[in-house]
């Protein structure tokens, strides 16, 4: 079983790791300029490799980022500690999260389990054997684009010399 993770993440580790995430997120809304009415985070993630990035959204549905600090350490370490407590065994957890709250603290959350997370460049496929090393799903939880990026990552892994 991976390491720091709950034989089935547990619920109540879930509720509170979502709520920590969404507070983080709400410090970020309430420091935005006033003509952004939410924030959308988004994070994709394979392994060690992660990407995030905040854009805050007007009444009139003009998007920008001016003004919004970027995603710092403890946005992350939040999204990090969620994405462990949803882990399930056999059925891994998610690759993306998208993350919307509105400045009246509402939230919407979409977790893509299943879909190769678009970094907008390509990830070495060490890093999704990492990430399977460290959230084990079964094969027929596996999906084909990443049943290729973990046969290319293991081919391309250093021989064990121990």
Not at 15 to 43: C, V
Not at 71 to 96: C, H, I, K, S
Request: proline content about 7%; some cysteine.
């Amino acid at each position: 079983m991976p390491e720091n993770h709950a034989p089935d993440g547990g619920i109540p580790r879930q509720q509170q790791a979502t709520r920590n995430l969404a507070q983080e997120l709400f410090q970020y809304i309430l420091e935005a300029p006033s003509e952004f009415t939410s924030l959308q985070f988004t994070a994709r993630y394979a392994g060690d490799f992660a990407q995030s990035s905040l854009l805050g959204f007007c009444s009139d549905g003009s998007e920008g980022w001016k003004g919004i600090r970027p995603p710092e350490r403890n946005l992350d370490v939040a999204t990090d500690r969620l994405r462990q407590a949803m882990y399930r065994p056999g059925t891994g957890t998610w690759f993306g999260i998208i993350m919307t709250i509105s400045r009246e603290g509402k939230v919407f959350m979409d977790f893509d389990y299943d879909n190769e997370p678009d970094f907008g460049r390509e990830v070495h496929a060490g890093s999704f054997v990492a990430d399977q090393k460290q959230f084990p799903r079964d094969a027929e939880h596996t999906p084909e684009w990443l049943a290729r990026k973990l046969h290319e990552g293991r081919l391309n892994q250093p021989a064990d010399t121990s």
